[in-house]
């Protein structure tokens, strides 16, 4: 069965911090989505790759994924290469879906920087023909980013209010990587309490942009059709 979403990550917990709140959201509105994380994050400070594997299989259960499937690109040193673009045309191919999420292709973390190519370039030719893997040719709608360890000026934010608190939820199933002040392992900038508030305030900052309590924000090269230019920007200036 086709999932209408995919979201493709570099590292586990990348969906979670940047559009896990769109998937649920969308999962709300009858949509099935997967996620697929590029590495499997054998160069993380804390946590190991065993415990970031169950780790992301509890955030994929939170936020209600179909399914979650890890590669091996490689991390801290993600390789792009016409045997992972191959692969990847395979998966999205096989899954068939109507729009991809992924890393802006421009960030500070070259892992999300390749993603964003890497997937931008398979999205396409996925859809040609004559490129033979073990699926038939498919090409999603469009593929839209989330911003990262760097934001970008949203060409479309999504209202997750709705989903906020399970997408928090997902996020804290990260043991190894968020703050627990119980936790005997190396400091990191993702461990310290002030990261979580941070990416609680970007929610918030993309919800007042669009005068709602949380958003994810997204770039898009094309402009998403609006059917009610009105309903498009209610709640916006109230009258006082
Ligand atoms: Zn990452």
């Known amino acids: 069965m086709p999932v209408d979403l995919l979201a493709i990550a570099a590292h586990a917990d990348d969906v979670e911090l940047s559009c896990g709140g769109t998937l649920v959201v969308a999962r709300e509105h009858g949509h099935r989505f997967g996620i697929i994380d590029l590495t499997r994050g054998e160069m993380g400070t804390r946590g190991t790759p065993e415990t970031r594997r169950r780790e992301a299989a509890r955030a994929a259960e939170i936020l209600g994924a179909s399914f979650r499937e890890t590669l091996d690109f490689g991390d801290g040193g993600l390789v792009v290469s016409r045997e992972h673009e191959l692969a990847l045309i395979d998966v999205i191919r096989r ?15 070259p892992d999300h920087r390749r993603t964003g190519q890497l997937v931008t370039d398979a999205a396409f030719y996925a859809g040609l023909r004559k490129i033979e893997t073990s699926h038939p040719a498919h090409r999603p709608q469009q593929t839209v980013y989330f911003s990262a360890a760097d934001v970008h000026a949203p060409t479309f934010v999504v209202d997750v209010t709705s989903a906020m608190e399970t997408r928090m939820r997902a996020i804290r199933a990260y043991e190894s990587q968020f703050h627990d002040p119980s936790s005997r392992e190396p400091q990191t900038l993702l461990s310290q309490r002030s990261f979580l508030d941070a990416i609680e305030a970007r929610a918030r900052h993309f919800g007042f942009l669009i005068g709602a309590e949380f958003g994810e924000g997204f770039v898009s090269k094309r402009p998403p059709r609006i059917d009610d230019i009105l309903g498009a920007f209610k709640n916006l200036e109230p009258g006082f």
Not at 95 to 109: F, M, N, Q, V
């Open 95 to 109: 899954e068939k879906p109507r729009l991809i999420l992924t890393s802006y292709p421009d960030d500070r973390h």
